[in-house]
């Protein structure tokens, strides 16, 4: 417990529906602490009826009782992930792609034609190396309000990962069928250790681990200078997790937290062709090592 005005939620719960707040998400927490503070007797049930009262005077106002609007089952079957959507989806996805610098690298081989199996088709075989701790982050590809952001606990571990295709998994489908693609993460966003305030809140309880920048890790770091020094081409997916944007969260930095920066770092130094994807819920600031890059793309949550 870390806020600054009331002392618990019993307070801060009482505090809330004299203000006028009548509607909450579904916080246990502000449940728990409106009984506790009737029991206490520091919020009354008459206070708790008005706030009732209010919002069901609305709902009466707006017919919901005589005509409840349940889901259109029908509706739902034919508008619901149809492929006219899933189209639009697509095409939506795709003009929000950023291209902030490019030096004629992309589109790769100039670009190429896809062939009848949805593959592109190019005149020989390439390696691309495909690195970065978000080439391969389904949830955090999808951003903080997807479900996976610990918003909705029907979906504890996220979005079904079948439903998502990452950057790797769209290399893998995509590229010529003699092209190779050599995967290696080169570096960690977050990890998890003691809270950097301290051992303890103010009211003596004990503050559990939190997530914070990794550290630099050689061994990551050179799996991916390997792929890059042996391949043709290096695309490398950086950017932030859902733990540091959206709802609740925030970071002090605008730079690329963890270890991307000492993995952009030696991926430039390979000499290699380098593509940089930014993949994230807010603007980054990139090292200087990657302003040199052949091309930079700006993709946001896809």
């Known amino acids: 417990w870390e806020q600054k005005i009331y002392a618990d939620y019993a307070q801060a719960s009482a505090a809330a529906v004299r203000a006028g707040n009548d509607m909450v998400m579904t916080t246990s927490k502000f449940f728990d602490g409106a009984q506790e503070a009737v029991a206490e007797g520091t919020l009354t049930e008459a206070e708790i009826d008005a706030a009732v009262r209010r919002i069901l005077t609305l709902k009466f106002e707006l017919g919901l009782f005589e005509n409840p609007r349940h889901p259109d089952a029908a509706l739902q079957a034919e508008f619901i992930g149809s492929a006219a959507h899933a189209e639009l989806n697509l095409e939506a996805a795709r003009r929000s792609l950023v291209l902030l610098t490019n030096d004629g690298t992309l589109p790769l081989e100039g670009g ?10 190019a005149s020989g075989p390439r390696t691309i190396a495909l690195v970065g701790p978000n080439a391969d982050d389904a949830q955090t590809q999808l951003g903080d ?15 079904p ?10 290399f893998r489908d995509r ?13 960690r ?15 003596g309880q004990p503050r559990p681990e939190v997530v914070v920048p990794a550290a630099p890790d050689p ?8 792929a890059a020094e042996a ?21 002090a930095t605008l730079e690329l937290v963890g270890d991307q920066v000492a993995l952009l770092d030696a991926l430039a130094a390979t ?17 200087p090592s990657a302003l040199g890059a052949a091309a930079i793309v700006y993709a946001a949550n896809p």
Not at 175 to 187: F, Q, R, S
């Open 112 to 121: 190429l034609p896809e062939g009848g199996d949805g593959r592109a088709t």
């Open 145 to 159: 309000w997807a479900g996976s952001s610990g918003q909705a606990d029907w979906l504890p571990d996220g979005q």
């Open 161 to 170: 990962r079948a439903m998502i295709r990452t950057v790797l998994d769209g």
């Open 175 to 187: 590229v010529p069928a003699d092209w190779t693609v050599a995967y290696a993460p080169g570096a």
């Open 189 to 203: 966003i977050l990890d998890v250790g003691p809270d950097p305030e301290g051992e303890f809140f103010p009211d």
């Open 219 to 226: 061994a990551l770091i050179g799996e991916a200078v390997a």
């Open 231 to 251: 391949a043709d081409h290096v695309v490398a997916v950086v950017g932030d997790r859902i733990e540091l944007i959206g709802e609740g969260k925030s970071t």
């Open 271 to 287: 000499g290699k062709p380098l593509v940089v994807v930014v993949i994230s819920s807010k603007p980054l600031v990139l090292p």
